[in-house]
């Protein structure tokens, strides 16, 4: 599966962006997605994963973009889209996009995502 991520940029703090990740390949649905960002000089952390379609569209988010960020899937496009609402300025890093087809329990860990995009660059001045 490759991917291509979008949609990165400049915002003011309390602004709002829509990361895009766009794949081929093989079946989009049978896939979890992740998004995961890396900030300089700091390892790179989960942010939100949706499940594949088989297991009900599930999500999961990090605690610190909880209630600010919605992830979703667009099966017949093949891109899975991460909305990011009251942007702060910690919340700037470089965000990637990723595959896996790992059980459910793991989606958090990096290491267990086998294919990964370019990354897309969100700067949150404030």
């Known amino acids: 599966v490759q991917l291509q991520a979008s949609g990165g940029g400049l915002v003011q703090a309390g602004g709002s962006l829509r990361l895009s990740c766009a794949a081929s390949?093989?079946?989009?649905?049978?896939?979890?997605m992740g998004w995961f960002r890396q900030a300089p000089g700091k390892e790179r952390e989960f942010v939100a994963a949706?499940?594949?379609?088989?297991?009900?569209?599930?999500?999961r988010y990090a605690d610190s973009v909880k209630g600010r960020f919605s992830i979703s899937r667009d099966n017949a496009k093949s891109t899975v889209y991460l909305q990011m609402n009251s942007l702060k300025p910690e919340d700037t890093a470089v965000y990637y996009c990723a595959v896996t087809q790992i059980l459910w329990t793991y989606v958090d860990s990096a290491n267990r995502y086998t294919n990964w995009g370019q990354g897309t660059l969100v700067t949150v001045s404030s």
């Open positions: 390949g093989r079946t989009f649905r049978d896939f979890h």
């Open positions: 949706i499940s594949w379609s088989g297991y009900g569209s599930s999500t």
